[in-house]
């Protein structure tokens, strides 16, 4: 953990607010805390994905990595260890079963996902969601390979998985899929970038879309991006879970951030 992080790590815990959302006057924040976060998951759904998760740890395989970054003209390209890439960029089962309980409250609508990995989180999504479609988007194609393989031994046939550059990919999802109730932003770690996604989702979402940032203290980039979100006037609800950003643009409800211990 780096220091900027072992210091936001420390602010969080002494400022989060009450994991019970006691204190908690925002009735839609309250509801959020009491229905979502201290529910339980489908234990099929968890045993299921941590199956998976368990094989991807114990392969010895080795694969290329080429790293998109910012953009297709920013190709870094590296050999490394399946397991020690599951265990270092995929969400951890906390996490994953969060994105579950979420995923459940979105009604059928389309769920978007941004930085596939190895489609952990995508699972965790898309078995808890069966009625809605998921689209993700992984830019490494032997990424994109075991992904899909992934998929297919979970029979998540509610999954489309694309290996392209997001800035290419976001547009024509978004176009396609209908208004998206829920938006999983987990890839390019930059604050320029992730601003710029924002600024494309938010011409294609309405007032009941959740968008869900990972890892908001990932660097200081990362943590200006999260304070430049909070600061944007559309953006009306904020809740910082430290792993997690959730945001939201509903209507009739006064602009507030929550930082809340999860």
């Known amino acids: 953990m780096?220091?900027?992080r072992v210091i936001m790590a420390v602010r969080y815990y002494l400022f989060s607010r009450h994991r019970k959302g006691h204190g908690i006057h925002s009735p839609?924040?309250?509801k959020m805390i009491t229905e979502v976060f201290l529910n339980k998951s489908d234990l099929s759904v968890v045993s299921k994905v941590e199956k998976i998760r368990t094989e991807l740890l114990s392969t010895g395989e080795e694969?290329?990595?080429t790293d998109l970054g910012a953009g297709s003209l920013n190709r870094r390209r590296s050999k490394q260890r399946v397991s020690e890439l599951t265990r270092r960029s995929s969400v951890s089962a906390k996490y994953g079963g969060l994105l579950s309980r979420l995923a459940m409250q979105?009604?059928?609508k389309p769920?978007?996902?941004l930085g596939t990995s190895f489609g952990i989180s995508t699972l965790y999504m898309a078995l808890s969601a069966k009625s809605s479609e998921v689209f993700t988007i992984e830019g490494c194609g032997n990424r994109s390979a075991i992904a899909k393989s992934v998929f297919q031994r979970a029979d998540a046939g509610n999954i489309h998985l694309m290996n392209s550059d997001f800035d290419m990919a976001l547009p024509e999802i978004l176009s396609r899929s209908g208004t998206p109730g829920m938006i999983f932003?987990?890839?390019n770690h930059r604050r320029v970038a992730v601003l710029r996604y924002l600024s494309i989702i938010r011409e294609h979402i309405d007032k009941d879309t959740?968008?869900?940032l990972d890892d908001i203290y990932h660097s200081r980039e990362m943590g200006h991006a999260w304070g430049g979100i909070?600061?944007?006037k559309d953006v009306t609800v904020t809740i910082d879970l430290f792993q997690f950003g959730l945001i939201f643009y509903r209507e009739g409800i006064d602009k507030q951030d929550f930082v809340i211990r999860y």
Do not use: H, R, S, T
């Open 185 to 187: 932003i987990d890839g």
């Open 210 to 212: 959740l968008i869900v």
């Open 28 to 30: 839609f924040v309250y």
């Open 106 to 108: 979105n009604n059928g």
């Open 230 to 232: 909070k600061a944007l």
């Open 111 to 113: 769920i978007i996902e």
């Open 2 to 4: 780096n220091f900027y």
């Open 63 to 65: 694969i290329e990595i």
